[in-house]
Each structure stands twice: as C-alpha cells, then as structure tokens.
C-alpha cells in the first residue's frame, strides 16, 4: 500500500508485522524543567578608536524525570557554557571586527533529530568602508578559518561564508 501511495503520504508506513499504519510526530509538553544561567559581558574602550570584549554564557538546565520511553526529548538545545571575544576598531571612513566564538558541546533534540553537537569555535571578521557621505562597502566573513561544525544536529554542515554588502544612506 506504502509503494501505491508514493512519496505524497510520508507519514505512512508499516509495522514489524506488515500491517500499514498511519504516524503522525507532535510537540507536546512532557514535564518541568528548571532553568538557571548567567550572562558576563566586559567590553573595553582602550581608545576612541578601538575596543575589546569578553562574554560568557552559563546555562544550567534539570529537566527532573524523564518522560519514560523518551528520555532524549527533554533537551535545552544550548549549550551549558559559551564564551566569545572581539577587537574592534573604529576609524574615520571605516570600522573592522574580529571576533571568536566557542560553544561547549551539548544534546540536541527537535522532532526527529536527535544527538550530539561537538564543541566548536568560530573567527568572524566584520569590515564597512564609506565611500562619501551616502555609499559603503560591508564585508561579513563568518567562520573565517573555515572550521566545518554543525550547531545544531541534523542541520546544515557550515563552512566559511563571506558577505558582500552595498548600503546607501539618504
């Protein structure tokens, strides 16, 4: 019956017996959770022109008892600790970023992804350039050492990505 169908009804399939049956997968609440965490930022202006910061992220998450049978569902998909770092500079016609990020490794549970996020770390470079009083030039290079990581499970493999970007100011 699952091979007349086709590939329109996804959600039809059979039991170890043979026998079709029709699944259907829904979020629902599945008990408490208690949350705690902390946030610490610092940023510095050494000069008009540059700057430097420090953050770092705390979360503590008890999910208490499990849902029986379902004992990955009850996940904070974050991190317990994350941490991030930038040198900025500012000058008269243009302004760059650096900027590093790190994330411990966690759990990820969301419909039917489930599993584990390695820790990883990114270097992100920012720059703008203005050219006059009404045009600039941007430029974003995310994971700028080209660290291929996932941050969440089943999600897309990322590797470094530059954006280019025209702005006009009136």
């Given at each position: 019956?699952?091979?007349?169908?086709?590939?329109?009804?996804?959600?039809?399939?059979?039991?170890?017996?043979?026998?079709?049956?029709?699944?259907?997968?829904?979020?629902?609440?599945?008990?408490?959770?208690?949350?705690?965490?902390?946030?610490?930022?610092?940023?510095?202006?050494?000069?008009?022109?540059?700057?430097?910061?420090?953050?770092?992220?705390?979360?503590?998450?008890?999910?208490?008892?499990?849902?029986?049978?379902?004992?990955?569902?009850?996940?904070?998909?974050?991190?317990?600790?994350?941490?991030?770092?930038?040198?900025?500079?500012?000058?008269?016609?243009?302004?760059?970023a650096l900027v590093y990020r790190w994330m411990d490794d966690f759990?990820w549970s969301s419909d039917s992804f489930r599993g584990p996020v390695?820790?990883?770390?990114t270097v992100n470079l920012f720059a703008n350039v203005a050219l006059?009083?009404?045009?600039?030039?941007?430029?974003?290079?995310?994971?700028?050492?080209?660290?291929?990581?996932?941050?969440?499970?089943?999600?897309?493999?990322?590797?470094?990505?530059?954006?280019?970007?025209?702005?006009?100011?009136?």
């Amino acid at each position: 019956l699952k091979t007349m169908l086709g590939p329109t009804f996804r959600f039809l399939t059979t039991a170890p017996d043979g026998t079709p049956v029709f699944v259907l997968s829904s979020f629902t609440n599945l008990g408490d959770v208690e949350t705690q965490g902390a946030d610490l930022s610092f940023r510095w202006s050494a000069s008009p022109r540059w700057s430097w910061s420090l953050s770092y992220s705390w979360l503590d998450f008890d999910p208490g008892t499990a849902t029986a049978g379902a004992p990955d569902a009850l996940l904070a998909n974050a991190p317990e600790h994350r941490a991030a770092g930038e040198v900025g500079y500012t000058g008269n016609r243009w302004d760059a970023a650096l900027v590093y990020r790190w994330m411990d490794d966690f759990r990820w549970s969301s419909d039917s992804f489930r599993g584990p996020v390695d820790s990883y770390g990114t270097v992100n470079l920012f720059a703008n350039v203005a050219l006059g009083s009404h045009w600039s030039l941007g430029l974003a290079v995310t994971n700028l050492t080209d660290e291929e990581h996932w941050e969440t499970f089943g999600g897309d493999l990322l590797a470094r990505r530059a954006l280019g970007s025209v702005t006009l100011r009136w």
